[in-house]
């Protein structure tokens, strides 16, 4: 640990231009009251600080679980974590808003699915079943990553427990790669939501990247060369309730994985494209229609993912936004993630119909699961601040949430 803890926020100004954008005025303060907040909990006067984005999927809509690749990017929302190391071997963090989370490293026993100290659990477990350390923390957590957003505030908390454990305690040693998949594992096997990689991959690799998750339990990372500079990322919480979807989110994956079964493969990515076009009719008898439907989806999105990062690397953006309005469409007729069947309660449709008359350079589609949450907005910056002040005509000011592309994954700063 060659890093010292932390004694005045001033030093830590010169990281928020890569952390947060041009935009950081508000980060001081953030910073200083919760740096308040850790030095009265401990009575400390120093502090190590760490840093865990939230996500957008900009493209790649339910297509990793099978395989499939994405274009993600960490944004300019985190988990932001004051700590120091405990020699009692014991975990403990404060987070305003929730329960303090204890956890003994040496027996991770004793915790209860579905709750935070599960997924701190999870970590822990991980790193030292795969000969890596873990040891004891204090910690104050504050995080402006709102959960139900579809952003990943759990990921964001999972890759932050992660990046402490590997600065403290395992010289850093930890790849990108390798701390996606513990925080995976953590939500697996101790939290219990059966999550594919994407999440924790755009955290932990940040920046603006093509994530190909053909390989299982690998990740091929791809650089793209813009940062949609030019482009606010605006996401549209619909206030649609995600309550009793479990059903619905589960069966997008398990319907794709019917159809490879027929074939005698595992995941769709085992199944070549003809193959399966050719074989519809003789090898999907008695699976559903909408199963054959999201599987088409599966393979035009993949195909679109390549033509959006070729689009991004040439600054193509009328063909990156086409690419991302037929997302859009496809996850509305093929994938059919919008609503649920039957139910009169549309917010996704909804926000889509209402937002994309708001904009002329710029598109919109579904964000993440689906069927309630949010929806995307790609807009150019000079249309932005309007874009906003009309959507806000139409949603709660907490509900319509500016993002930029966060350039750094999550980090000790």
């Known amino acids: ?15 928020f231009p890569s952390l947060y954008g041009k935009d950081y005025s508000e980060q001081k303060n953030r910073y200083e009251k919760a740096f308040e907040k850790f030095k009265s909990l401990f009575g400390v006067n120093a502090a190590y600080v760490a840093s865990s984005s939230g996500r957008v999927e900009v493209i790649g809509n339910h297509t990793d679980h099978n395989g499939g690749r994405v274009i993600s990017c960490a944004i300019s929302l985190d988990s932001l974590a004051f700590f120091l190391p405990d020699e009692s ?4 963090v404060v987070s305003e808003g929730y329960k303090d989370i204890v956890v003994d490293t040496v027996n991770v026993g004793g915790y209860k699915q579905g709750t935070s100290s599960a997924l701190v659990c999870g970590v822990v477990a991980w790193l030292k079943e795969n000969g890596y350390k873990a040891g004891g923390f204090k910690a104050y957590v504050t995080s402006n990553v709102c959960g139900g957003a579809g952003i990943s505030s759990s990921a964001s908390f999972e890759v932050l427990v992660c990046e402490i454990l590997n600065f403290l305690y395992n010289d850093g040693k930890l790849t ?37 998750f053909s390989e299982k339990g690998k990740i091929k990372v791809t650089e ?39 074939f005698g493969k595992n995941r769709l990515i085992e199944l070549d494209e003809n193959e399966f076009y050719n074989g519809i009719q003789s090898r999907c008898k ?14 035009e999105e993949n195909a679109r993912v390549d033509r959006a990062e070729k689009a991004l690397n040439e600054d193509d953006y009328g063909e990156f936004l086409s690419c991302i309005n037929e997302s859009g469409a496809s996850s509305l007729w093929k994938l059919q993630n919008c609503f649920v069947s039957g139910s009169r309660e549309q917010p996704i449709p909804r926000a889509i119909a209402l937002t994309g008359r708001l904009f002329k350079n710029g598109a919109n589609r579904v964000h993440g699961g689906g069927f309630a949450g949010c929806i995307l907005n790609v807009v150019k910056n000079d249309e932005a601040e309007e874009f906003v002040r009309l959507a806000e005509k139409y949603y709660a000011k907490e509900n319509v949430i500016v993002l930029h592309v966060r350039s750094v994954g999550a980090i000790v700063l």
């Open 1 to 15: 640990m060659l890093k010292q803890p932390y004694e005045k926020i001033g030093d830590l100004e010169k990281f």
């Open 224 to 262: 793209i060369n813009s940062t949609l500079s030019d482009y606010s990322l605006i996401l549209i919480n619909t206030g649609g309730s995600h309550a009793d979807l479990t059903d619905e989110y589960a069966a997008v994956p398990a319907e794709m994985f019917s159809v490879a079964k027929a």
């Open 176 to 212: 990108a790669e390798q701390k996606a998949i513990a925080s995976q594992y953590a939500e697996n096997v101790y939290f219990g939501k059966p999550c594919g990689l994407l999440d924790q991959s755009a955290i932990a690799y940040g920046g603006l990247k093509k994530l190909d």
């Open 89 to 92: 071997g014991v975990i403990r």
């Open 286 to 299: 008695g699976l559903s229609d909408r199963a054959v439907c999201r599987s088409v989806h599966f393979y």
